[in-house]
């Protein structure tokens, strides 16, 4: 999930809201955020431009307004938008001023945060590399020279927002000393139970985060919110902690294109969103979070401008929450916490049957416009068949990738180098060779200890063997028998990153790729980790950008082989697409 703190240079700390279709100003109470004088309570969603094409846009933004809400979240990602110092890049699904016009257009607000670290199981958390190479003595998010430790960062980030005089307010996530007159906010998925509250009484209850699923990592079990639970813990923070703008992390979460997924982050983001992958509407989750909103919206002026009272409904599990204004109106929320029973409750002299952990909503104090636990959409079904069937060995070719060995090799080095410092961004490959000699045939035992992701061993051109690390444990050791030849042998270990962490202290110190080799014969064993390493960074393919889908009938494309063999590239006739084997 995201977190803090972009901007290109200035390094704010913080997220903006911003006027919408309507424009007019933006300011807060103790109560809500205020748009032209009016006090509003606005739902929000997270959708995040680079993971979407400019062609889906207004669809995701239409399908969003008419889910109900007032505004769509979305980061900056610093990153993309600056890869290399001073080159930056606005094109395409990077085009954020589109992207903030099209929710301009539809009648929405932005919530813009600028980070500049953003997290967001993005590479890096948006710092652009980079800042690891460029900038001396750098300590991410701290308040170092090079950067600006802790809360004297927080407060130097507050006021740096505060002094651009955006006109608008500020908002800190997860920073419950946020100084004034920046508004510290909650993430997570019980904010109605776990917030602290505003720092302040003149601020709002603000629930930047509110997460409708889990992102999912390769290995990992796919968990499921549902949406049930959503609605609860949403109107469960609007009653109990006043709560006054709630954003839904994701509401459409997209892909990770390209390299651009943190550590372990599968490609596909938060599918399981209201809006899915595609920008399909999936249900019920979509349905019953606008049935919630509408529901909302029908007693929102009283919940802002009335009174509240709550009060025991008959058991330490129910309570009814109510709102009356001056003009008689008259607004409550019936609240059963118990888990497994459902309780039967008396109201103003009416009886409510309420389902276990749910929460009913009367905005006329009579009558039931929506439960957070009876669920009245039917769920869909995503459906898939295959269109084009790719069975055919005529319709694929393939292209050895080249393994390197040690001489000629463009980088060298008396010890392992790290792997982020020496690839600097431009792949996730890291070749490692060395050349050892042995006087006869012989079998040893390779020991290979890597700070992480993945790792292919080759002997003399042939795979040994692999191993790899997890999501927060990505280091490993791989431990394979290796035959050796008389002479030279060449030791090939191709290192893989599966992503750049996006998040933890002192990123910037962070290592991967290679941290020991040794190589057993019988019982002796040789460390062979401060020997001649030649390295090369990337893979031929990716050099001669065989992703592009270049024509399969050039010379360097030959027949397709029904034996898988490692390191092979294979194009498909007359398409775009192209696969890599492992």
């Keep these: 999930m995201g977190r803090r703190l972009w901007w290109f240079g200035l390094l704010a700390a913080v997220a903006a809201v911003i006027g919408g279709g309507s424009g007019g100003e933006?300011?807060?109470?103790?109560?809500?955020?205020?748009?032209?004088?009016?006090?509003?309570?606005?739902?929000?969603?997270?959708?995040?431009?680079?993971?979407?094409?400019?062609?889906?846009?207004?669809?995701?933004?239409?399908?969003?307004?008419?889910?109900?809400?007032?505004?769509?979240?979305?980061?900056?990602?610093?990153?993309?938008?600056?890869?290399?110092?001073?080159?930056?890049?606005?094109?395409?699904?990077?085009?954020?001023?589109?992207?903030?016009?099209?929710?301009?257009?539809?009648?929405?607000?932005?919530?813009?945060?600028?980070g500049p670290f953003i997290e967001s199981e993005w590479s890096y958390g948006g710092l652009p590399f980079w800042l690891r190479d460029e900038v001396p003595q750098i300590v991410y998010r701290s308040h170092n020279e090079a950067f600006e430790n802790g809360p004297p960062y927080v407060r130097w980030a507050a006021a740096m927002a505060v002094g651009l005089n955006t006109g608008v307010p500020w908002v800190m996530c997860k920073q419950d000393d946020a100084p004034d007159p920046v508004i510290n906010a909650c993430n997570g998925m019980k904010c109605g139970e776990t917030f602290v509250g505003p720092n302040s009484p003149n601020k709002p209850a603000i629930w930047t985060e509110n997460w409708t699923h889990f992102y999912d990592i390769y290995g990992n079990i796919t968990k499921i919110r549902s949406a049930e639970d959503i609605a609860y813990h949403t109107a469960l923070f609007i009653i109990k902690k006043k709560g006054s703008f709630i954003n839904y992390y994701m509401y459409h979460g997209g892909t990770n294109f390209g390299r651009t997924a943190a550590s372990f982050i599968i490609t596909s983001y938060y599918d399981q969103a209201p809006l899915d992958e595609y920008g399909l509407i999936r249900q019920p989750k979509w349905g019953h979070l606008k049935e919630l909103h509408a529901a909302v919206k029908l007693c929102s002026h009283t919940l802002l401008y009335g009174s509240q009272y709550n009060f025991s409904l008959g058991g330490e599990l129910q309570e009814a929450y109510v709102y009356h204004q001056d003009s008689g109106e008259c607004a409550a929320f019936l609240v059963n916490k118990d888990t497994s029973k459902e309780a039967a409750v008396q109201f103003l002299n009416v009886s409510y049957k309420l389902p276990p952990k749910s929460i009913s909503i009367l905005p006329d104090c009579k009558t039931v416009a929506f439960n957070t636990a009876?669920?009245?959409?039917?769920?869909?079904?995503?459906?898939?068949?295959?269109?084009?069937?790719?069975?055919?060995?005529?319709?694929?070719?393939?292209?050895?990738?080249?393994i390197p060995v040690f001489d000629g090799l463009p980088i060298w080095s008396n010890t392992l180098l790290e792997q982020m410092v020496t690839t600097r961004d431009a792949s996730d490959y890291l070749w490692y060779t060395a050349s050892y000699s042995v006087p006869k045939n012989t079998t040893s035992m390779l020991s290979v200890t890597s700070r992480g992701h993945v790792l292919r061993a080759f002997v003399n051109g042939q795979l040994v063997g692999s191993a790899h690390g997890f999501f927060r444990n990505p280091g490993f050791t791989l431990r394979v028998i290796a035959p050796l030849t008389s002479g030279e042998n060449n030791i090939s270990l191709l290192s893989i990153m599966v992503g750049l962490p996006d998040s933890g202290a002192y990123m910037e110190r962070r290592a991967a790729g290679l941290q020991s080799v040794s190589i057993q014969i019988n019982e002796v064993v040789q460390n062979i980790t401060d020997y001649s390493w030649g390295y090369q960074v990337g893979l031929v393919g990716e050099r001669l950008q065989f992703y592009l889908g270049e024509d399969a009938s050039s010379p360097k494309w030959v027949d397709f082989n029904p034996s898988p063999q490692p390191l092979t590239w294979y194009p498909l006739t007359n398409t775009l697409r192209q696969y890599i084997y492992f």
């Design 374 to 402: 009876k669920v009245s959409t039917k769920s869909s079904t995503r459906l898939t068949q295959p269109a084009v069937r790719f069975d055919s060995a005529e319709q694929w070719k393939e292209s050895k990738e080249v």
């Design 26 to 114: 933006v300011t807060y109470d103790g109560r809500s955020l205020i748009i032209d004088g009016e006090r509003k309570l606005l739902f929000s969603g997270s959708i995040h431009y680079p993971r979407s094409t400019p062609d889906m846009w207004p669809a995701l933004i239409s399908k969003a307004r008419e889910g109900g809400l007032d505004a769509i979240d979305t980061y900056v990602f610093w990153n993309l938008h600056e890869p290399r110092q001073r080159e930056y890049d606005f094109s395409g699904r990077r085009d954020i001023v589109r992207f903030i016009k099209e929710v301009q257009a539809q009648g929405l607000y932005v919530c813009l945060r600028i």
